[in-house]
């Protein structure tokens, strides 16, 4: 059996720099870090880092000392008013790109633009950007007509490109004067677009990830437009020898919090059957 591994695997610099940062805490010894929900969305890895004492938290409001991590997507403006009050130890693994999404978002606000984020209402990182709105935005995941003076355009990070667009382009047909600013992780533009060419190459595909990942579930979606024979897989465990018969070819992809070491064991497992 032939494998082959899309180049850009394993963490993203988002990631892997959160990850960086609270390993870091953790060997202070200095007690336990809390982070408000899953600091990145890979079950595997938040499982190790709870052995480390990292444990994740949903209800930010219950913590009353400690240190309080803030996870890679971001948290809401009313939970960091809450933990500034309370004055806890803060270390801050918001990705870098997901605050210039907050970033401009604001200063869309600021000049009296009707922000629309596009990507999913329920994801973290989107619900962290619209927080800091005062929720006084719009989430669209698909194209919506809207109708205002000015509209301001901003994405979350791990929506595809091809959404973006369509959703910016039924925007144009309602507003007098439309602003854009394309927040999509480049790390993320990258993947999706080598998953898709190694799609065509391949007999099937395993996209790796945990299965609460949004950027590793959009992968999985635009890899079964171009193969199906497409398994999304959270680690090797989840394989299945039936899946491969007859096929010469296998390519392996993973989200950006995928890491290396559960893309490792999957190769390792399908180069074994």
Not at 43 to 57: A, R, S, W, Y
Not at 112 to 123: E, L, R
């Amino acid at each position: 059996m032939e494998v082959l591994k899309a180049r850009h695997t394993g963490f993203c610099f988002g990631v892997k720099r959160a990850i960086n940062m609270v390993l870091k805490e953790a060997e202070k010894g200095t007690g336990r870090l809390y982070t408000i929900g899953p600091i990145i969305h890979n079950p595997q890895m938040v499982n190790i880092l709870k052995k480390k004492g990292i444990v994740p938290i949903e209800d930010v409001f219950k913590i009353k000392s400690g240190t309080v991590v803030y996870r890679t997507h971001g948290i809401k403006k009313e939970e960091e008013a809450y933990i500034e009050r309370q004055g806890l130890k803060i270390i801050d693994t918001t990705c870098p790109f997901v605050k210039r999404v907050r970033r401009y978002a604001m200063y869309l606000r600021k000049k009296g633009y009707k922000v629309v984020i596009t990507g999913d209402q329920n994801h973290p990182e989107v619900k962290s950007v619209l927080s800091y709105l005062d929720n006084d935005g719009i989430v669209l995941q698909k194209s919506v007509p809207l109708s205002a003076q000015k509209i301001g355009v901003v994405s979350q990070t791990t929506l595809d490109e091809e959404t973006f667009l369509h959703i910016v382009e039924g925007l144009i047909k309602g507003a007098e004067e439309l602003r854009v600013y394309n927040t999509i992780c480049r790390s993320t533009g990258i993947r999706q677009k080598e998953a898709a060419t190694l799609s065509v190459k391949v007999d099937a595909m395993l996209i790796v990830g945990g299965k609460n990942s949004s950027n590793t579930t959009k992968l999985y979606n635009i890899v079964k437009t171009v193969q199906p024979n497409a398994y999304f897989i959270e680690t090797e465990k989840d394989i299945k020898p039936e899946w491969f018969s007859g096929l010469h070819t296998v390519g392996i992809t993973g989200g950006a919090s995928t890491p290396d070491r559960i893309i490792d064991l999957v190769e390792r497992r399908v180069k074994n059957i």
